[in-house]
């Protein structure tokens, strides 16, 4: 675990260009911020390269495509390619709505993307592994999450983060576990989004190391939210997110490492 890729991060303050969705959109952008990138948000194609040439890395969000959007994904996920900006892929829903699936699909052909990062039910559905997907949440399935995400890695080529209790990261091969969290992320919409965009974060600091930049993102926002967590006494989900941003931009290396339940292997 590189627990110096935090202050590379604050010193580079990199830019990560997001197509996000409208439900989460200002979350995405404080808590990139506060770990200490720099969000940029765009829906015009005209300026979708200068958008590119200035991000260390895109971040495309499914959440609520439109007929335009995902002509702008495809777009912007090519000119990534092109300038060779990490792109990560939040295939929102895509277990649970066919037409995502076939969006999915369409990008993960055209677009070579670097990170997909999901919970269960977005990760089986991308590793074409029978599971009950539910709306945005992970649903429930008697498939092994390694197992899944492996099969996603090596199915779509690329890194792949199943989020949730544990996040499992793996290129198909190599699988790291972070263990850490809180129940309470759940109670928050946009926690995977938020956590998305910190992926990108990291992997534009070091695009040539994405099991490094994905591991050090995970441990990052899983890590911020228990340690935000065990200093409150009861449930309060809006708080929770008040507080996880809040304290983004104060963690500290030592403290992550120091709450860190983290194991890797093959
Ligand atoms: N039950 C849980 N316990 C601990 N951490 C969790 C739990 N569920 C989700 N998380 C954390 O919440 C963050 C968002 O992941 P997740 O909830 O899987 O994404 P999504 O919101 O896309 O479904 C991750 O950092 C993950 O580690
Ligand atoms: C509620 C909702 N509807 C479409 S996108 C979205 C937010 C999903 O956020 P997350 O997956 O991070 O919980
Ligand atoms: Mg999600």
New binding site residues.
Partial sequence: MDLSLLATLRAKNPIVFNIANFVTVQDVANSLNSIGASPIMSAEPQEAEAMVQIAGAVCLNMGTLTTAQVTQMQAVGQLANLHHKPVIL?P?AVGAIPYRQQVAQDLLQTVKVDII??????IAALAGIDWQARG???GSGQADLVQIAQACAVKQRCVVI??????VITDGQQVIQ?K???????L?????????AMVAAFAAICPDQLLAAAQMA?LT??GT??LVASQMTANRPATFAIELIDKLSLVTAEELENVSRVSSGK
Avoid: K, W, Y
């Fill in positions: 939040d929102v990062r999901g919970n269960a039910g977005e945005i949440d992970a199943l989020s949730g209790p544990t996040d972070v850490n969290g809180t129940p309470l992320f759940q928050h919409v946009g926690s995977g989004d938020m956590l998305s995970c926002f899983a939210g228990e």
